[in-house]
């Protein structure tokens, strides 16, 4: 199983968009629309804020936002606030009935 | 009140075995697929095993044939017996619910974690 691949940082000032991409394959990402979010601060479980490429659970902000093309899914966050500062995974599940995680994204507000 | 809570974590010696628990609680393991997950201190997330609501057991490449995820609806817990255990084994093992629960559904998203609990393997 082949991890997802994603940029290792991205920041951005607060106010501004910024938006993580998530690559892998046409039997992960590219196969069906089951694709998560998680964002994790230092010594947290990771908290789910996207799934199913696009949908937010309750609670979680519209400034988190999900998309996909082809084997690609991006999160991007609006509005950053300093409170976004974190990691960030994503998730797919697989042809093979498994799963796999991205290799995760630190994000930096200025 | 809806939580996971991992226990069983330890030091164990390269080649050993252990055993994770995870109790869940306002909501049934049976009624729901329910998966593993590691951190190794520094890195990034992986997936490691789910059992899904009609039993099914699926493993990652890096576990398959060494872990055995198990689940007790009595004592509405889930488990995972890890055997022949590696240095690269070490890790923080979070158990998760996956699809959400009641009214709220997140297809194959894992959307209740537990804390975690550290396993550290000496070589």
């Known amino acids: 199983q082949s991890v997802l691949s994603q940029p290792a940082f991205v920041s951005g000032s607060p106010g501004q968009s910024l938006t993580i991409s998530c690559t892998g394959t046409s039997s992960d990402v590219g196969a069906y629309n089951d694709v998560s979010w998680y964002q994790q601060s230092p010594g947290k479980a990771p908290k789910l804020m996207i799934y199913?490429?696009?949908n937010r659970p309750s609670g979680v902000s519209s400034r988190f936002s999900g998309s996909k093309s082809g084997n690609t899914a991006s999160l991007t966050i609006s509005g950053l606030q300093a409170e976004d500062e974190a990691d960030y995974y994503c998730?797919?599940?697989?042809?093979?009935?498994?799963?796999?995680f991205g290799t995760g994204t630190k994000v930096t507000v200025l | 009140e809806v939580r996971l809570v991992e226990s069983g974590g330890g030091f164990i010696q390269a080649g050993g075995s252990l055993r994770l628990s995870c109790a869940a609680s306002g909501f049934g393991v049976s009624d729901n697929s329910m998966t593993w997950v590691r951190q190794a201190p520094g890195k990034g997330l992986e997936w490691v095993s789910v059992m899904y609501t009609a039993g099914e057991k699926v493993y990652g490449d890096s576990v398959k044939g060494r872990f055995t995820i198990s689940r007790d609806t009595s004592k509405n817990t889930m488990s995972l017996h890890m055997r022949s255990l590696r240095a690269d084994d070490a890790a923080l093992y979070f158990c998760?619910?996956?699809?959400?629960?009641?009214?709220?559904?997140?297809?194959?998203?894992?959307?209740?974690w537990g804390q975690g609990t550290m396993v550290t393997v000496s070589s």
């Open positions: 998730n797919s599940y697989t042809r093979s009935t498994t799963f796999v």
């Open positions: 998760a619910r996956v699809g959400g629960s009641g009214g709220y559904i997140y297809r194959n998203a894992f959307d209740l």
């Open positions: 199913e490429v696009s």
